[in-house]
């Protein structure tokens, strides 16, 4: 079993903060997307990459706290136990906000996913990748009225959630770790 996720107001109030462009549920779907893309980036050119995300120059804390974000993440898609989380906000929150931070992790991701995979055409991914790709688009726009804070909104969102985090085993899984078990060739970004 990996590490738990740090919470995601910690993060989050770090790059408000800062006054970044972006929220923790963002940068955490643009790491994941560069992770499942096989991307793997040097330090510097990762924060580099940070930096032009967020428009904003990283102090130290919140460079490190990035930085093992992303380490925590890749180790949550190598765990046999399928650890993997998304990194959202909590459910006290209400509904249409968590589902405005579900699509600003989608919208993150699919930034990650293009950046990572850079120089490789479409079908160089099976159907089922291209397919959980759309999906994953669609569920970027996502978006709930404020007054909607029924039980089934809350199952529809939390099967949502699922079917994103499940969705982003697979790309990996397809992606970066071939058919034998072994790691595939990292894709350097430049």
Known sequence: ????????????????DLGAARG????????????????TLPEAKLRALLTD????????DTWRELRDLDRLL?????????GFEL???DDDLPLAERVTAMAEWCDGFLGGF???????NEQDFSEDVRHLLTTIGEFSRAEVGEDVVDEDGERDFMELVEYLRIAALS????????????????????
């Open 74 to 82: 890749r180790r949550q898609l190598l765990d046999d136990d399928l």
């Open 114 to 120: 293009g950046t990572g995979s850079a120089g490789r």
């Open 24 to 39: 923790a549920a963002e940068i955490h779907g643009l790491l994941t997307g560069l992770a499942c893309a096989g991307s």
């Open 171 to 190: 790309i990996f899984l397809e992606v970066v770790k071939p058919r034998d078990g072994g790691p595939a060739p990292a894709t350097p970004v430049h």
């Open 87 to 89: 990194l959202l906000p």
């Open 1 to 16: 079993m990996t590490d738990l996720l740090p919470p995601h107001d910690d993060i989050d109030l770090a790059l408000e």
């Open 53 to 60: 995300e967020l428009e904003v120059d990283l102090d130290e």
